[in-house]
């Protein structure tokens, strides 16, 4: 090793230039995402985890999946569903009333709802 190096005609800057339609960044991830990539690299026997990330990025920004709303939604129906089913309770006019296009009302769509079973105690009626 020498006791001097000649920096001189140095430049400041990445080594290897940026791609063009590439943005160098810093970026904080927690050390459990990185390491999972690092890991599924290493499981596919090469590549570069930060192109699998970038991948990752890329297909949930372009996927097609559901609103926030339509989530709540569907995780709603598929509750209620289940719990009606469990009680032995039904809503009758539900699916008719939803393909009318009742779409004005947060709850369901629907201008009225009856909640039936064949125990009188559970019964409910309900006009919005």
Do not use: C
Not at 3 to 23: C, L, M
Not at 25 to 50: A, H
Not at 74 to 93: D, F, Q, W, Y
């Amino acid at each position: 090793m020498r006791e001097e190096y000649d920096f001189s005609k140095g430049t400041r800057g990445a080594i290897v230039p940026t791609p063009a339609g590439k943005t160098r960044i810093t970026i904080r991830l927690d050390s459990d995402i990185v390491e999972w990539f690092r890991n599924q690299v290493e499981r596919r026997g090469g590549g570069n985890y930060q192109t699998m990330i970038n991948d990752a990025l890329g297909d949930y920004i372009t996927s097609d999946r559901e609103t926030l709303e339509q989530t709540i939604r569907r995780v709603l129906e598929e509750m209620s569903g289940k719990a009606l089913h469990s009680s032995g309770m039904t809503i009758p006019n539900y699916e008719t009333a939803v393909n009318k296009g009742l779409s004005n009302h947060p709850m369901g769509n629907l201008d009225a709802f009856a909640l039936t079973s064949v125990r009188p105690e559970f019964n409910y009626h309900h006009q919005l």
